[in-house]
T-cell receptor, first 115, second 114 residues
Framework: GDSVTQMEGPVTLSEEAFLTINCTYT??????LFWYVQYPGEGLQLLLK?????DKGSNKGFEATYRKETTSFHLEKGSVQVSDSAVYFC??????????????FGKGTKLSVIP | DAGVTQSPTHLIKTRGQQVTLRCSPK?????VSWYQQALGQGPQFIFQ???????QRGNFPDRFSGHQFPNYSSELNVNALLLGDSALYLC?????????????FGNGTRLTVT
């Protein structure tokens, strides 16, 4: 079945450091790929997405490129801020039958940014 | 524009009891999905509703059931609660989805089973 593997946390960085969170996937067909972010006590918010190979999703300084050859969708940001502290989830969306598409999530990576 | 709203925010139940969680989708959305998020884990797909029918189901037992109403709102019911059902239950809505349609999540209902 479909699966998503992302680097284990927690990750602790100083403010203005460079961030990479690795994500690889296994899927049949042609999935879309997403990064969601979860702030404490809240639900998940879409951060960025890419729907086909070589697409780059970007938002709020975060970027990720859909790499079909390496089945990866690594999240990067050049300079993190304290406000970026949250849990980040990599996810894929694939057709699951009966006209339905469902998200499969990784386990999440907790990021803490210290001043 | 209201996003996805869920109620209640927190709930404490005893083993063996039954619980109903509620969700109102984002305005304009017609598809509702439910996810279970155990502590420290990613969300796991429970099922999806579209046009008042369960369209797809994840690997959850029949104790988990749902309903979608004509106004697209939805309920998740869990019978015979187990301690392992303690989790954050997330509702997400979307338009009749294509593979690239993002889900919009509510803030969840935190269920504790004692």
């Amino acid at each position: 079945g479909d699966s998503v593997t992302q680097m284990e946390g927690p990750v602790t960085l100083s403010e203005e450091a460079f961030l990479t969170i690795n994500c690889t996937y296994t899927a049949t067909g042609y999935p879309s790929l997403f990064w969601y972010v979860q702030y404490p006590g809240e639900g998940l918010q879409l951060l960025l997405k890419a729907t086909k190979a070589d697409d780059k999703g970007s938002n709020k300084g975060f970027e990720a490129t859909y790499r079909k050859e390496t089945t990866s969708f690594h999240l990067e940001k050049g300079s993190v801020q304290v406000s970026d502290s949250a849990v980040y989830f990599c996810a894929l969306s694939a057709y699951s039958g009966a006209g339905s598409y469902q998200l499969t999530f990784g386990k999440g990576t907790k990021l803490s940014v210290i001043p | 524009d209201a996003g996805v709203t869920q109620s209640p925010t927190h709930l404490i139940k005893t083993r063996g009891q039954q619980v109903t969680l509620r969700c109102s989708p984002k305005s304009g959305h017609d598809t509702v999905s439910w996810y279970q998020q155990a502590l420290g884990q990613g969300p796991q797909f429970i099922f999806q509703y579209y046009e008042e029918e369960e369209r797809q189901r994840g690997n959850f037992p029949d104790r988990f059931s749902g309903h979608q109403f004509p106004n697209y709102s939805s309920e998740l019911n869990v019978n015979a609660l187990l301690l392992g059902d303690s989790a954050l239950y997330l509702c997400a809505s979307s338009l009749a989805s294509g593979v690239g349609s993002p889900l919009h999540f509510g803030n969840g209902t935190r269920l504790t089973v004692t």
